[in-house]
């Protein structure tokens, strides 16, 4: 089914991406919490089979299966490729240091989108997405000053984490392209499915049977993974990935909040001097859109 239209709803697309970032915030929170226990591969297989059976009963319910069909095989695979290459280092660095540190070093994968955006896609970046960019780079660079450390940390675990970090940014190129042309229900569809089938092919490596607790937590990760993905590939429907790049930095906000919650992880300092920065980075990019917005309003009315 194609969408011939894109609509440009900017303040549609920015509420729908904070609240993709809570649940893959919470998602995250649960793969750290089964740590080594389950393997990486069968985590993301549980995650994918989750999602395909809930994508595929809501696409039954809402505007039938024949959503799912697509011509578009090679934008689905090259963003389904390096979406599931994303997941699976990041789901890796989560069992190797922090969840902050791992949040913090995700940071970089907006400044990525928002320079291939404007290389390959030719988005214009105007200076209040310029200003709100520095200013959460800033407050990133603060963050992660005390996080990380080669020396006593865990270098592997840093170069996985970068290595998601750029594989994501790819995923969102490769999604900004195609998602005026299918469905979010279709996009999303297809990077679970196959990084369901990727993660099958660990299965030689070992995978262990989830007791009681754990299969609960596999569960909910399942589900907030689901949702926040998809909520995330409609927000990159409504606006432009140079607009919805920077609001990845208020996923700070939940790591800390879920780190200090669930792993004792107390924030340090740079948190309380970087987070401000943070925020003021998205609030200036949803006041800015929200502007615009009323400004088009008021013009197609008069």
């Not at 578009?72 to 990041?90: E, V, Y």
């Not at 789901?91 to 940071?107: K, N, Q, R, W, Y």
């Not at 970046?125 to 450390?149: C, D, K, T």
């Not at 107390?266 to 943070?278: E, K, N, Y």
């Amino acid at each position: 089914m194609a969408i011939q239209m894109r609509p440009h709803r900017p303040v549609r697309g920015v509420l729908l991406k904070l609240a993709s970032v809570v649940l893959l915030s919470s998602m995250a929170a649960c793969v750290k919490y089964l740590g080594r226990d389950i393997p990486v591969g069968e985590t993301i297989f549980l995650r994918g089979l989750i999602a395909v059976l809930a994508l595929a009963l809501i696409a039954r319910q809402t505007l039938g299966l024949q959503v799912l069909k697509t011509d578009n095989w090679p934008r689905h695979a090259l963003r389904s490729l390096s979406g599931t290459l994303s997941m699976f280092c990041l789901f890796a660095a989560l069992t190797m240091i922090p969840l902050a540190d791992v949040t913090t070093i995700a940071f970089t994968s907006p400044m990525f989108v928002t320079l291939l955006a404007m290389v390959f896609l030719g988005e214009r970046i105007h200076v209040f997405r310029w200003a709100a960019l520095a200013i959460g780079v800033a407050g990133v660079l603060i963050m992660v000053s005390p996080h990380l450390s080669f020396n006593n940390g865990n270098p592997m675990g840093v170069g996985v984490a970068l290595a998601a970090a750029v594989f994501s940014a790819l995923a969102m190129i490769f999604l900004r392209s195609m998602s005026g042309a299918e469905h979010p229900l279709t996009i999303t569809f297809y990077l679970m499915l196959a990084s369901m089938i990727c993660a099958l092919l660990t299965l030689p490596w070992g995978w262990v049977m989830p007791n009681r607790e754990q299969a609960l937590v596999l569960f909910l990760m399942g589900i907030f993974g689901v949702a926040g993905q998809l909520l995330m590939t409609y927000s990159y429907r409504y606006a432009e990935a140079s607009t919805i790049a920077p609001l990845d930095y208020s996923a700070m906000i939940m790591s800390v909040a879920l780190g200090y919650w669930l792993f004792d992880e107390r924030p340090t300092w740079s948190i309380w001097w970087g987070a401000p920065l943070v925020v003021t980075s998205g609030l200036i990019i949803f006041w800015r859109e929200y502007r615009l917005h009323l400004q088009r309003e008021q013009i197609r009315t008069t």
